[in-house]
């Protein structure tokens, strides 16, 4: 171990900060995903171990010892074996999260990540999308952008494969290669040891906007029963019951049945405005055509009563928060909590034709809130509890469905809560998550499949 690696406390310039790097991620199905990683750190600067002053020399020494000044990393010495991953919603950018995830990890101690999904922006459709696979020179962008979309892009796809691919790079790669990328050649130090071979994750909090909380619905129930809980922000579901009657419902089908079926009929690649792959956006709105059972209905997902593959009976016993704001034409009340249901119940029938049989109880904590003199419930959050928080009022007003992660309207009425809720629930003690009854103990966590 060279000198520069044996007492981080010698080494002088220390200020608290937030690296981040950019990976590029292969799925199982080969598909290349873009995310970058927020790690907290202790940002040094050092010089080389052979720079020496020179008494008799001292000018030609010092402009030496300049020159071979370099930057060393040294990790936080409380990060956390959890970490924090965050999962978009439909046509906004992770570079849209980034000040929203450089708070996260800067208060929490935790590696936080945000991707892009496939089809959508830095991961989005080019020749080279498809690790392994050369195209033929002879075809055009538009062939081969339609050969990929047709063969890998859909929205299934997000939670069957990108979300268990990011979880596994977190998992199964070690510090000193999440620590090391393109953007950074950086001496790397953890306690004083080498960071070679460590690694730390073990655990993960799930932060979802709008359809990064459907994802939840197609991941393997394997990964699933990895989350020690979920936060999401404005997600529901696309069912127009769900939305008030009258103007905002006509809207909604305005937009489910006339505009994006128009837009992706005029644009076979990208589709505007939601700038993401074509096929995404028809899975969207053709979801949010089947009035029965919204993305359960559509990717043939069936009742946990009778489907021991159901995300609810691996979610069941961990804890949720859903944040809901007020006139959110995108993620009304009712919308939100029949997603929150669907995902967390095994007992919530959430086919709208049958729930008539369904039982009024819920143990879903309903809790008004406008943040300025508001503190989270006594109780600390953790286990298998699930809450709501319904933001109301001026906050409401000013965070919409999207500025919530914003930092100029979020910072300073939202974050400091969700904050002290995630920092409950990074303490809370682990619980079961194999309690179905459905499972056989030999093959506890089926893969679940779809008619994709």
């Given at each position: 171990m060279s000198q520069h690696d044996t007492d981080s406390t010698s080494l002088p310039t220390t200020t608290v900060d937030c690296l981040e790097c950019h990976h590029q991620i292969i799925t199982r199905d080969?598909?290349?995903?873009?995310?970058?990683?927020?790690?907290?750190?202790?940002r040094k600067i050092s010089s080389s171990e052979n720079t020496s002053i020179n008494a008799n020399n001292e000018k030609e020494n010092t402009k030496s010892a300049s020159s071979s000044l370099r930057e060393v990393i040294i990790l936080d010495d409380n990060l956390r074996e959890c970490a924090i991953v965050i999962g978009s919603a439909m046509g906004v950018p992770s570079r849209f999260y980034r000040e929203f995830a450089r708070f996260l990890c800067l208060n929490t101690k935790c590696i936080v990540m945000s991707f892009d999904f496939r089809g959508c922006f830095k991961s989005r459709i080019t020749k080279d999308s498809i690790d392994g696979v050369k195209f033929d020179e002879g075809k055009s962008e538009r062939e081969i952008f339609l050969e990929i979309q047709k063969k890998f892009v859909t929205i299934v796809n997000w939670g069957r494969f990108d979300l268990p691919a990011v979880m596994d790079y977190l998992e199964n790669s070690s510090l000193d290669k999440l620590l090391k990328c393109e953007s950074n050649n950086l001496d790397v130090k953890l306690r004083g040891e080498c960071v070679n071979g460590v690694k730390p994750i073990n655990e993960f909090v799930y932060i979802a906007h709008s359809i990064g909380g459907q994802v939840l619905a197609y991941c393997p129930n394997e990964y699933l029963c990895k989350f020690k809980g979920t936060i999401m922000i404005a997600s529901q579901s696309g069912v127009a019951q769900h939305w008030p009657w009258i103007i905002p419902r006509l809207l909604l089908y305005v937009y489910w049945y006339i505009m994006l079926p128009t837009m992706t009929t005029l644009y076979r690649m990208e589709t505007p405005p939601i700038n993401v792959a074509n096929q995404l956006v028809t899975d969207w709105y053709s979801a949010g055509r089947c009035n029965t059972n919204y993305i359960f209905e559509y990717f043939g997902i069936e009742e946990a009563k009778i489907n021991p593959k159901h995300p609810s009976w691996a979610?069941?016993?961990?804890?949720?928060?859903?944040?809901?704001?007020?006139?959110?034409f995108y993620a009304p009340f009712q919308a939100s909590l029949w997603l929150l249901r669907s995902i967390s119940d095994p007992t919530f029938i959430s086919n709208l034709k049958l729930q008539h049989l369904n039982g009024k109880s819920t143990n879903i904590t309903k809790k008004r809130i406008t943040f300025q003199n508001d503190e989270p419930d006594i109780k600390s959050f953790g286990g298998n509890q699930k809450r709501m928080y319904y933001i109301h009022g001026k906050v409401a007003k000013k965070i919409g469905h999207f500025n919530f992660f914003r930092e100029q309207e979020g910072k300073?009425?939202?974050?400091?809560?969700?904050l002290k809720l995630c920092l409950e629930l990074l303490e809370s003690p682990k619980v079961d998550s194999t309690s179905n009854p459905l499972l056989s103990p030999n093959n506890p966590f089926p893969a679940r499949s779809s008619k994709l």
């Open positions: 080969s598909y290349k995903l873009s995310g970058t990683i927020f790690f907290p750190i202790l979610l069941q016993n961990k804890a949720m928060i859903a944040y809901v704001i007020e006139n959110d300073d009425e939202c974050w400091p809560h969700l």
